[in-house]
């Protein structure tokens, strides 16, 4: 019955047990916290149970801050082992965990802080910024969260029991199959996959129905705020591209599990097919990540330049065309396995293309700028950032593009600080912009602004002594993901000052955790009583900060884009007794709780090959679907004498 | 002229109709995709046969016949079902769900006995990457065919127990969508994998 | 960008841009004309946002504020303009050299060619010369300004076949062979790696090409000749089984087609 799992799989040597053992007693050190401050039923009937966007938006980003904490430890490790590895015998690393560690480093980056941050900010703000009061399927938002956040426990987990997969964040086989790598290791990764991955289709199919279908009367499409048009092409690109990552880790698993041959070295395997598989999700995953932060830019911009942003219908063409390119480029990835030059060239020029509307997004950024007037709060830092990180990342990009180039390219770390230029200079920074951005909207107060700008300067110059030199490394021939290195490469130096880069990131990393305590406490003074504390331009600063749960007592109606803006330039006076309707909720439930759960236990089983235990997980989710599609009574109406309570307060 | 949308003149029932609706379409693209995937999948693998058999040497017209008009019956009473419930005729609705529901599972019964068969004489899906295709594809099928007979059942008791409403009949257009979306798939997969392969 | 720079200064060893072969060099100026032609858009992104958030900054009065404006035909079709005429430069670049340097296409000069078939182990690399009847691991010498076509395969999971300073790199896949053509201007000893990751051992995976005079070249073959161990089937699946840190080791070759064999194993059930 317990399948693979032997109390083998607990030992590890010093470093992943101090690993497993900080993580298992931060996690019993906040349940003991929650207890002490009689928090459990509070939890769970105003989050754990709760279908409020702005609540599991929240949950998201939690989860994001601290897997990006896991994720940057990974990058710690790695920067110091390569600081140090010129010989097998000089690592503190053995070749194996070292693998895992960077496996797990770009699973945790893309898939928990990456992803997380997509869909927490979607919740937060798309339907304050749509005027709706909720997203389409309540019910199915909290699933997808819960599924989201099973996975990733079950990576946690990984950590202590038994180990992770060493193959990279991809897992190509025929390295990844049941002949080379038999173990749980790339098992635990195909379900966290697996199982993010429907949550991510779930939510995906929420908000593009929640988008469609429940903008405020007058929100024509072309009137939607960017950074809910940016959040469209997301969309776009996750139901499109999830269910190719879901049906090509199932055959990866058929592999394993019952011994198939779709991407076996022999009998008639063909790993390559994996490969355009695994790649044809994989590109469009990466403008899912940043699209969003395009998104938060826009926002930002227009904002604390006081001026409407520049070209609105350009941006939403570029939008438009960026979407549908990153569907046909997917080959870039693999310019290196042989194909034919006609089809590499082919790849490659559309690859190039979508360097135009992405530059055209930047351009219309800085002349929004352009005689505006600029207020360089945190959240613009962050913009400039990102104008200097992405630059150079897309510039590398473009010239990576071009097949015979890659081949000197591909797979070196000049790859390595291409794709963390954009990652990081796009999705990070835009996130870290956000997070400010929309802070006092959701908490209620300000983040304070100075140690926001510490953590910037640090984070930039940081990702630049980080980075740089990687560029450099990988002309020089370093491949990645090495685990040691000859001291003749003269790589070493190199190494050293991007460990110096990856300090200063954490310095970044622990002002933004100060910066939130100091936030917290200071948090009277620097209360947000109007809703609007940047004279912002969109829907959401129409609303107290923190909304009523209900957003909108009454749906507005808008005849422009920036439709709060134009409120306030017409100073539109209030009505003196709004008319308020009882307002129809949805109820919480338990019950996305619980296929977590259930989704929890199953992955874990069926990674340790527990059969029996695992069929009876999948029970458990179809027994609770089941519950709830027969539950009577899953909404309820807000009495009129109750909004009119809270809209008075 | 401002109204104020949000409750007055909507049914929260009615507007969960036309936005479920629309949600499944979606649900259903995201599916075509996995199957899409599936799909291009067999075609790279299906002459990889590995000395083992080949479509033509395993595949029986005439077995395929049979089970292909077992399910565009199913599909034909299916609508029929919802003929039915349009009209909120319970016990029509709940009859040719039944029917439908005895096809779909002949249907499966029908495919297990044949996969059942090959496994017997070797040609299981570990032999080639053909027949790992090759059985990959027709199962997800049959499996999706095996939910849909689930969540048949599931919806007959709930109509059973609260006749056709509005949201029972938003259920059972879901559901309906789904069987004939399975009958798409399954007319490609006659297609392109036994048709194609015998002759 | 002054730190990169620097460091840039310093750094003489950078592979990829010190081509020691024909190819290396077309690639090398490749990336730099390339690197050149997008610096005509990004330089300006970088001007225009100093100037821009200097001189708009809210403390500055002076500047012009227009908070409506936000149009403009002229700018617009500049801005998509100039990056359309810049990629259709790239995209024709991107043809010519894509065909030019494809590694499937033979090195156009009369001398002919020398033919090395290359096997990425666990965690090795094995070069099998079949028209000298030799074998080599972790090491290969060959004449230079003479052109090498590689014969590229695996016999492990894949792995990348990479000599920066005489190429790009291409997959060694088991089952599969792909091709690469290379060239050296002189004589000299060229570090090459695998680019792909292969298991834990795939870091060691390193070896020298060392491309010699004619004379020295035949030499060496025939020292390699004179090795005592010769191999065979059986040594060949001694020698692939996993390890790391391999010497250099030199073979007769001892065996019909070991190449192909090990390909064909993949493609169809081997009775051996």
């Known amino acids: 019955m317990f399948g693979n799992l032997t109390f083998n799989a607990l030992k590890h040597d010093t470093l992943q047990n101090a690993a497993g053992y900080s993580m298992i007693f931060g996690g019993l050190l906040i349940a003991a916290l929650i207890t002490y401050h009689k928090k459990w039923i509070y939890l769970w009937k105003e989050w754990i149970t709760s279908l409020d966007p702005k609540r599991i938006g929240v949950m998201y980003i939690v989860v994001a801050l601290v897997m990006l904490i896991k994720g940057v430890s990974d990058a710690i490790l790695m920067r110091a082992q390569q600081s140090i590895a010129i010989s097998d015998a000089a690592s503190f690393l053995t070749s194996d965990h070292y693998q895992q560690i960077f496996t797990a480093h770009g699973t945790t980056m893309i898939f928990f802080v990456g992803m997380a941050v997509v869909f927490g900010m979607m919740n937060l703000v798309i339907p304050l910024q749509i005027g709706a009061r909720d997203v389409a399927y309540p019910f199915l938002n909290s699933v997808g969260f819960w599924l989201f956040a099973a996975a990733g426990v079950l990576l946690l987990v990984s950590l202590v029991v038994g180990n992770f997969n060493a193959t990279g964040w991809l897992g190509y086989p025929p390295l990844s199959g049941i002949e080379y790598n038999p173990g749980e290791g790339v098992d635990y990764w195909i379900w966290i996959l697996q199982i993010a991955g429907v949550g991510s289709l779930i939510s995906g199919i929420n908000f593009i129905v929640t988008i469609l279908r429940m903008r405020c009367p007058g929100m024509t499409l072309m009137k939607m705020p960017l950074f809910t048009w940016c959040a469209l092409g997301t969309l776009v690109l996750i139901i499109f591209a999830f269910p190719i990552l879901t049906a090509t880790l199932a055959l990866l698993s058929l592999d394993r599990y019952l011994g198939m041959h779709f991407f076996t070295a022999s009998f008639g395997g063909n790993a390559m097919m994996y490969v355009n598989l695994i790649w044809a999700w994989g590109h469009p995953e990466v403008y899912i990540l940043v699209l969003p932060a395009f998104g938060i830019f826009s926002e930002v911009v227009a904002t604390f330049s006081e001026k409407r942003l520049f070209g609105y219908a350009s941006m939403v063409w570029a939008i438009i065309a960026i979407t549908i390119l990153s569907f046909i480029v997917w080959l870039h990835h693999f310019f290196t396995m042989g194909a034919e030059p006609n089809v590499n060239v082919f790849f490659g020029i559309m690859t190039m293309l979508i360097a135009i509307p992405t530059g055209v997004k930047i351009f219309n950024w800085l002349f929004t700028m352009y005689r505006g007037r600029i207020h360089f709060t945190t959240p613009m830092l962050w913009f400039l950032g990102f104008i200097a990180t992405f630059s150079i990342g897309g510039m590398t990009g473009v010239l990576m593009s071009i097949p015979p180039a890659d081949f000197q390219i591909h797979n070196s770390l000049f790859l390595v600080a291409h794709f963390h230029s954009v990652i990081i200079g796009g999705v990070l920074f835009g996130f870290f912009a956000g997070y400010a951005y929309w802070f006092p909207k959701i908490v209620g107060f300000k983040l304070n602004e100075r140690l926001g700008r510490y953590a910037f300067w640090c984070w930039l110059v940081g990702f630049l002594l980080a980075f740089l030199p990687l560029y450099i490394l990988g002309l020089m021939g370093a491949t990645r993901r090495l685990d040691h290195y000859d001291a003749s490469t003269g790589w070493q130096p190199l190494f050293i000052i991007a460990a110096v880069g990856v300090v200063l990131v954490t310095c970044g990393i622990g002002f933004q955790i100060l910066q939130l305590i100091v936030s917290i406490k200071e948090r009277k003074q620097n209360m947000d009583t109007t809703g609007d504390p940047w004279n912002g331009r969109t829907l959401e600063w129409s609303t107290t900060s923190p909304p009523p749960f209900y957003n909108f007592a009454i749906i507005p109606e808008v005849r422009d884009h920036d439709p709060f803006w134009t409120m306030k330039q017409e100073k539109k006076s209030q009505v003196a007794k709004p008319h308020y309707e009882p307002i129809h909720m949805p109820k919480s439930s338990p019950i996305g709780f619980f296929v977590g759960l259930f989704s929890l236990f199953f992955g874990f089983a069926i990674t340790w090959q527990m059969m029996e235990i695992s069929i009876v997980c999948v029970i458990g989710v179809i027994v609770s679907l089941v519950i709830r599609i027969s539950e009577n009574e899953t909404d309820y109406y807000v009495p009129v004498l109750e909004v009119e309570a809270i809209e008075k307060s | ?199 | 960008m002054g730190v990169a720079g620097i460091l840039f200064l310093f750094y003489g060893d950078i592979a990829v841009l010190n081509p020691k072969g024909m190819i290396a060099h077309q690639e090398s100026d490749l990336i730099i004309t390339s690197t050149l032609l997008m610096l005509i858009v990004v330089i300006p992104v970088f001007v225009m946002s100093f100037i821009f958030a200097w001189k708009y900054r809210a403390s500055n009065k002076k500047a012009k504020y227009d908070p409506d404006w936000d149009k403009s035909v002229v700018a617009e079709s500049i801005w998509w303009g100039v990056p359309c005429i810049i990629i259709l430069v790239l995209s024709i670049l991107a043809w010519k050299s894509t065909h030019t340097l494809d590694p499937y296409k033979p090195i156009d000069v009369t001398t002919k060619p020398l033919k090395i078939q290359v096997v990425a182990l666990q965690w090795k690399w094995l070069f099998i010369y079949p028209e000298q009847n030799i074998a080599t691991v972790n090491f290969f010498q060959f004449p230079e300004k003479t052109p090498v076509d590689f014969e590229i395969t695996a016999d492990a999971p894949m792995n990348s076949f990479w000599i920066p300073q005489l190429s790009g790199q291409i997959f060694a896949m088991p089952g599969m062979k792909t091709k690469l053509h290379v060239i050296a201007d002189g004589v000299g000893n060229y570090r090459g790696s695998s680019a792909n990751i292969s298991g834990t051992g795939f870091a060691g995976m390193t070896f020298v090409a060392k491309s010699s005079t004619q004379a020295d070249f035949d030499e060496w073959v025939e020292s390699v000749k004179q090795s005592p161990k010769a191999l065979n089937l059986d040594e060949y699946k001694q020698l692939a089984a996993p390890s790391t840190n391999n010497p250099v080791a030199s073979y007769v070759l001892a065996s019909e087609d070991l190449h192909n064999w090990i390909i064909m194993k993949y493609m169809m059930p081997m009775k051996e």
């Open chain 2, 1 to 199: 002229m401002t109204e104020n949308i949000a409750v007055h003149h909507h049914d929260p029932d009615q507007e969960a109709y036309t936005k479920n609706v629309f949600g499944f379409w979606v649900y259903l693209m995201t599916d075509c995709v996995l199957f899409g995937v599936l799909f291009a999948t067999y075609a790279v693998l299906h002459n990889n046969t590995f000395g083992g058999p080949s479509g033509k040497d395993i595949f029986d017209p005439l077995f395929v016949l049979k089970e292909t008009l077992i399910l565009l019956t199913s599909s034909f009473t299916c609508g029929l079902a919802m003929i039915a419930a349009y009209r909120s005729e319970k016990k029509k609705v709940i009859g040719w769900f039944c029917v439908t529901f005895l096809l779909g599972l002949s249907f499966v019964v029908l495919e297990v006995t044949e996969f059942a068969g090959l496994v017997r004489e070797g040609n299981g899906p570990q032999r080639s990457a053909f027949l790992s295709s090759y059985f990959t594809l027709v199962a997800t099928h049959g499996m999706h065919i095996s939910m849909g007979l689930l969540w048949m059942a599931v919806f007959m008791a709930q109509v059973f127990r609260k006749g056709i409403t509005l949201v029972t009949a938003r259920r059972l257009t879901c559901l309906s969508m789904f069987w004939h979306f399975l009958d798409v798939v399954w007319i490609f997969i006659f297609t392109l994998v036994y048709l194609m392969g015998v002759y």
